[in-house]
């Protein structure tokens, strides 16, 4: 399970190191695409392949099913850890998501989020004003 945020710096190359922690669950390489809320997302292989053919199976008429599969597959990149562990964050990914060289990462079950640091902050901060409203919500789902 993916859990845990790290900062992180995202060297001039757009390299960016992975924890160890991560990269044991990752194994030997991941997927990179674009996420919500303006961050980027990566899976373990097994669980992009997952996405990907649950993505497949959306109906092709209906305009956020193809939507979100564009979000998601038209910018997806493989990855592998070079030997110090880092990925490299292709241009136009470090630009979806805002990246200057701080950032967190953070494990969110069967992904990992890069964040812009900055970015992460104010999020975190709407996040945490808004918990008690969130939690009642989901507890009306029967989720909490």
Known sequence: MLIGEYNHSLDPKKRLAVPSKFRKELGDGAVVTRGLDNCLFVF?????????DQLAKLPLAQQNARSLARLFLS???EVEFDG??????PEHLKRYAGLERDVVIAGVHSRLEIWDRKTWA???AKLEKDSDSIA???GELGVL
Request: net charge positive.
């Open 44 to 52: 373990p292989r097994e669980r992009w392949h997952e996405l990907a």
């Open 75 to 77: 910018s997806a990149t």
């Open 84 to 89: 110090l562990g880092r990925i490299l964050i």
């Open 122 to 124: 104010a999020y975190q």
């Open 136 to 138: 009642e919500k989901l």
